[in-house]
């Protein structure tokens, strides 16, 4: 009989931290297209101010650069991302400064392709999409999503 009771004491108290954390780290402003909601977090201060520094900070957001355009892509990588982001600062086992990770390269250079499908089709004649390779958009145009930065 105090088996159930404390399960459910335990989940209670895991809900309860979740949704505390989840609150206190300004969980719902990720669902927007905010640029500000992505430096929510002080490691990522310089990624959203060198964004600004950028020829795209007019053009793009974080999300067009770095998440799938389709609804569904988008909420899963947002979620993979606030997990592993959330885990990460909690435990303070980020490398610094912050580097992408590979899935995210992919997404990312896929974007890129795709906003300028016309101008890289030249580039990578018979198929606008580059799937892997030596070739990576960010090796020469390492400033364009995020400028100079201090």
Known sequence: MKLPIVLAASVGMLLGLGAYTFQFAQGFSYFSNDPEACANCHAMRDHLDSWRKSPHHTSASCNDCHTPHDPVGKLVTKA???????????????????????????????????????????????????????????????????????
């Open 80 to 150: 993979q991302n606030g997990w592993n982001h959330s885990s990460r600062f909690t435990l303070q086992n980020y490398p610094e400064p912050i580097r992408i990770t590979p899935v995210n390269a992919t997404r990312l250079e896929h974007n890129c392709i795709g906003c300028h499908e016309e101008m890289v089709s030249e580039v990578f004649p018979g198929q606008a999409r580059h799937a892997g390779g030596d070739l990576h958009c960010v090796h020469c145009h390492a400033g364009v999503g995020h400028g100079p930065r201090r």
